[in-house]
């Protein structure tokens, strides 16, 4: 059995950030994803390159182009827990295909249960 041991900051009171030696998670508090919230998620993911980066979008209502700009560019971030509004935009411009997606953080942290084989229409 292996245990991981997280630690847990907060950023300024909008973004929690777990670590530990092979994960990072970084769940932005803000209901926007926005160029300033993307600003700072893409500096947090630089900082831990490193480590497998998943970003948990429970608390994202919606998110703007310069999220989705950043996730373009990052290409090593995977997402879990996302809204169905933002999952719906992820595949409307195609950007599901450049990051990883999964149902929860369990399945982030066991790499299994990753969403793929997406085909559904928008009405």
Known sequence: MVIH????????????????D?????????PTLDGYESLRLF??????????VG???????????DFL??????KTVSLFNVPADVFALLNFMHM?????LFVSELDFKANRRRI??????IV
Not at 96 to 100: E, P, Y
């Open 96 to 100: 599901d295909k450049c990051v990883n």
């Open 55 to 65: 970003l948990d979008l429970s608390y994202v209502q919606e998110c703007t182009i």
């Open 22 to 30: 092979k994960y990072c998670i970084l769940t932005p508090m803000s």
């Open 69 to 74: 700009e950043m996730l373009r560019n990052i």
């Open 5 to 20: 041991i997280f630690q847990l900051k907060l950023y300024n009171g909008n973004m929690e950030i777990k670590t530990s």
């Open 43 to 52: 500096d947090e993911i630089s900082e831990h390159q490193n480590l497998n």
């Open 116 to 121: 793929l084989n997406r085909r559904f229409s």
